[in-house]
């Protein structure tokens, strides 16, 4: 049961922060043993990384944010992957496919730079299930505001991209669910427990 890797994705605002910690609970209650961890952030070293990149003080160029991402998640990959791989379940507030969405599909930077940075630091190693949450276009704005970081200046358009990026990065994947963020936060939460329960073979 324990060698799983299950990441949450999808572009600010759109509830995968929400769900993961339903998750937790859930886990919690069903006696599972799991970490759960964000990037950029994690351990106390990424989270240094995390606030440095996000601080409004601090706008970077697009490749020095590339390479901090990168640099988080290898303390993430050291620290927390690693060692907790075949004992616990591992959850993730995004991961290596935000980066393809955000600085290639976002940012154009070239994707097999990213790729071989994300296999550089993992290895082979992929997410087990990917929980994708998708916000309808209309929808997009109204969710994003009122939250603070450095993408809020971002146009519509740029979380058009980065989500339609999302989109072909996961069409590819057999392994990923679908969560539409203009759902009911009940029948999201449904349907997100019942492929837990499938995925890590949890009956009720
Ligand atoms: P955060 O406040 O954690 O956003 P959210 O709660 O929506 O996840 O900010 C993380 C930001 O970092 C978000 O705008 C996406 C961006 N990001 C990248 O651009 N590339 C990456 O590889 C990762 C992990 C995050």
């Known amino acids: 049961m324990y060698n799983k890797i299950i990441v949450f994705e999808g572009i600010d605002g759109s509830g995968k922060t929400f769900h993961i910690n339903e998750v937790s609970k859930y ?66 507030d995004r991961f290596m496919d ?7 599909y976002g940012f154009k930077i070239n994707k097999k730079i990213i790729d071989d940075l994300n296999n550089f630091v993992l290895g082979n190693l992929k997410p087990n299930f990917t929980f994708f949450h998708f916000v309808p276009i209309k929808h997009i704005k109204k969710n994003i505001s009122g939250k603070k970081n450095r993408y809020d200046k971002f146009n519509k358009k740029f979380y058009k991209n980065v ?42």
Do not use: C, W
């Open 98 to 104: 935000s980066t393809i969405a955000y600085q290639h």
């Open 163 to 204: 989500q339609d990026g999302f989109m072909k990065i996961l069409k590819k994947n057999r392994n990923k669910l679908l969560i539409d963020s203009s759902k009911s936060k009940k029948y999201n939460i449904e349907l997100i427990k019942n492929k837990i329960n499938k995925i890590l073979n949890i009956h009720d």
């Open 27 to 92: 886990l919690i209650k069903k006696k599972v043993k799991f970490i759960k961890f964000r990037e950029p952030g994690g351990t106390i070293n990424s989270e240094i990384i995390r606030n440095i990149i996000l601080s409004d003080k601090s706008i970077f160029k697009t490749k020095t944010d590339l390479l901090l991402y990168l640099a988080a998640r290898n303390e993430n990959y050291e620290s927390l992957i690693k060692p907790n791989i075949n004992k616990k379940v591992i959850l993730i």
